[in-house]
Every structure is written in C-alpha cells, then in structure tokens.
C-alpha cells in the first residue's frame, strides 16, 4: 500500500476552518484517497473519499492537488466535537482493506 | 441506523485465561473486518472474511488467535491463553463490495486488559 505522510499534530480554534495536509507523493492512479477520524474511545468514522476531483459532503472537503501528490480534508468551522486522530488512507480500488498510519491528532480550543 | 455491533465493549481477564469478542456487521454486508489497535498507534488489521470465507489473515494472528464467520453474518474473535500483550482494543468494521465502491465502517471497539 502506498505511504501517506501526515503531521503528528495540529491546533486550531473553535469555529474556525482547519486544513489537514496530506502528502502521497507515491500515490498510483487507481489509488483513492480516504479520510477517516477517531473520536477519543471510539472506533475510525469514515469521513470523505474522493480519486481526483475534489470533494464535498456533509462533514467535510476533499481539496486533492492537481498531481495528486498531496491532499487537504477541509472542515469548514471547528467545533469541539472534531477533536479527533484524522487518518489519510490510500486505498486502491481493488484493495480488500484500509491500512492505517499514524494519523494527525487534531485538537480544537474553546 | 444499526451500525457495527461489537461485544463486550471491555474485558478485563486474568493471564491465561480465553476471550472472546462477537462482533454484529451492519445488515446485508458481505465483507467483515477485524482489527488491533494499541494506545498511540492506529489501527492493524487482523483477518478479513468475505462471507463465510476467511481471505486474509496478518502475521499479528498469531495461533493463539482464531475468528470466525460461521453463517455470513456476526463473527467471533477468540485469544486463548491471553498475555499481557494482548491488552488493545478490537475493532470490527464491515463492508459491502459493489461497483461503485467499498466503504468500511467501524464498531466502537472492545478494550481488553490482561492483568
């Protein structure tokens, strides 16, 4: 499975916007991006997925750069409840299974 | 909205002893995961089943590890003479295969300590 790199952390205010970066410099052309988070005590919850456009659903935006080297999943205003481990997944289209890196600790301030 | 079922959500078991974890999948999904996860890190898988078919198992199952899929539907996880390195959570997550793609949705977990 091709390597994702993400940052081990990050902080932003709450009602703000938060932009977690991805990079898969590796990527494959039949490789999907996939966001999931992780609640504290509970398990991932899928997010957004996308393959080369970018993406928008009721949670969040897949922004995926024209070379598809790098990706953003965009929460467009923070609240408290988006404190979570964000995990950036690339998953071929034929893979039987996600494999998880270490993920971005996302923390939110009041 | 039934999600991923898993139980019991914790155990704590002594040294030795057997486990084991039943995980429900979402209604009509064909394809059942299982999963690790230790404090800090992100989750390992485990085995997969599509159906009642057992595809895939990780080098982490070691043979102290079995699971099962009997009928297609709920699945079993068994450790038998726990270690104290078993101490993680289990996730269960399920899938439907289909042409337009494969989402995979989680359970809640089930925390084991061995003590």
């Known amino acids: 499975d091709a390597k994702t790199t993400q940052p081990n952390s990050m902080e932003s205010n709450e009602e703000e916007p938060v932009h977690l970066p991805c990079n898969h410099s590796?990527?494959?052309?039949?490789?999907?991006i996939h966001w999931y988070r992780q609640l504290p005590s509970q398990g991932p919850e899928y997010v957004i997925h996308?393959?080369?456009s970018n993406v928008n659903n009721r949670m969040a935006s897949l922004a995926i750069a024209e070379d598809r080297k790098s990706s953003t999943l965009i929460l467009h205003r923070a609240t408290l409840r988006d404190a979570a481990v964000y995990y950036c997944?690339?998953?071929?289209?034929?893979?039987?299974?996600?494999?998880f890196g270490q993920g971005t600790r996302l923390t939110i301030n009041p | 909205d039934t999600g991923v079922s898993q139980d019991p959500r914790h155990k704590i078991t002594k040294r030795g002893q057997n486990v084991t974890f039943r995980c429900d999948p979402i209604?009509?999904?064909?394809?059942l995961y299982w999963y690790r996860q230790t404090l800090g890190q992100g989750p390992e898988f485990l085995t997969y089943?599509?159906?009642?078919?057992?595809?895939?198992k990780s080098r982490l199952l070691s043979d102290r590890f079995s699971a099962e899929r009997p009928k297609g539907s709920f699945s079993t996880l068994e450790i038998q003479r726990t270690e104290q390195g078993d101490s993680a959570m289990y996730l269960c997550?399920?899938?439907?295969?289909?042409?337009?793609?494969?989402?995979?949705?989680f359970g809640e977990g089930s925390w084991l300590t061995v003590v």
């Open positions: 997550a399920s899938s439907l295969v289909a042409s337009s793609g494969n989402t995979i949705y």
């Open positions: 590796t990527i494959s052309g039949t490789d999907y």
């Open positions: 996308g393959l080369t």
């Open positions: 997944i690339l998953r071929d289209l034929g893979a039987q299974k996600l494999v």
């Open positions: 209604s009509e999904h064909n394809r």
């Open positions: 089943f599509q159906n009642e078919a057992q595809l895939e």
